[in-house]
T-cell receptor
Framework: KAGVTQTPRYLIKTRGQQVTLSCSPI?????VSWYQQTPGQGLQFLFE???????NKGNFPGRFSGRQFSNSRSEMNVSTLELGDSALYLC?????????????FGPGTRLTVT | KQEVTQIPAALSVPEGENLVLNCSFT??????LQWFRQDPGKGLTSLLL?????REQTSGRLNASLDKSSGRSTLYIAASQPGDSATYLC??????????FGKGTKLTVNP
């Protein structure tokens, strides 16, 4: 099975712009979670989607939003970019099978805001 | 709010040494605990997952234990190799956040 894929891998944007990142989960996985990783704060949970519905949300401002499509692919959007949004954005997927809880991560999208 | 702490923040050992990485969490109401490895600039690779009803899991040279009542987990690496050099992260699942991560332990294994 192919792993979790994220596109693009690298992105450079200017303050004030908006950006959309994409995540394709492992085939058959219906849960997709997004995380932000920075040197100062470490890995922080953004939100989780399951069957096109947001199931959980972390403590991030409303500029961060996401969605999930019927094929389980997910996108996250950041509007009005700030310098502090520069980070590695990781998504993870997990199986819907009962008793299987492992999270599988993609390689991440490195976002640089200038 | 769940908080996860990993000690030490960095560790440097000679090749062949056995080592233990520590992880503690403040809220014992967790579903499971997962250990990950991260190489510089890369995503996370899952190493071991321990469900809340389990005490330990083993995979090759790795052994992870979980003491939910005391809020602690350890990752034991036997006969360390230079290829084990990476940052090791533990994360707990429970509550409203899918996974809550520690800041990681950066391991360097010297040849």
């Amino acid at each position: 099975k192919a792993g979790v894929t994220q596109t693009p891998r690298y992105l450079i944007k200017t303050r004030g712009q908006q950006v959309t990142l994409s995540c394709s989960p492992i085939s058959g996985h219906r849960s997709v979670s997004w995380y932000q990783q920075t040197p100062g704060q470490g890995l922080q949970f953004l939100f989780e989607y399951f069957s096109e519905t947001q199931r959980n949300k972390g403590n991030f401002p409303g500029r961060f939003s996401g969605r999930q499509f019927s094929n389980s692919r997910s996108e996250m959007n950041v509007s009005t970019l700030e310098l502090g949004d520069s980070a590695l954005y990781l998504c993870a997927s997990s199986s819907p099978d009962p008793g299987v809880y492992e999270q599988y991560f993609g390689p991440g999208t490195r976002l640089t805001v200038t | 709010k769940q908080e996860v702490t990993q000690i030490p923040a960095a560790l440097s050992v000679p090749e062949g040494e056995n080592l233990v990485l520590n992880c503690s969490f403040t809220d014992s109401a967790i579903y499971n605990l997962q250990w990950f490895r991260q190489d510089p600039g890369k995503g996370l690779t899952s190493l071991l997952l321990i469900q809340s009803s389990q005490r330990e899991q083993t995979s090759g040279r790795l052994n992870a234990s979980l003491d939910k009542s005391s809020g602690r987990s350890t990752l034991y690496i036997a006969a360390s190799q230079p290829g084990d050099s990476a940052t090791y992260l533990c994360a707990v699942e429970g509550g409203s956040e899918k996974l809550v991560f520690g800041k990681g332990t950066k391991l360097t294994v010297n040849p």
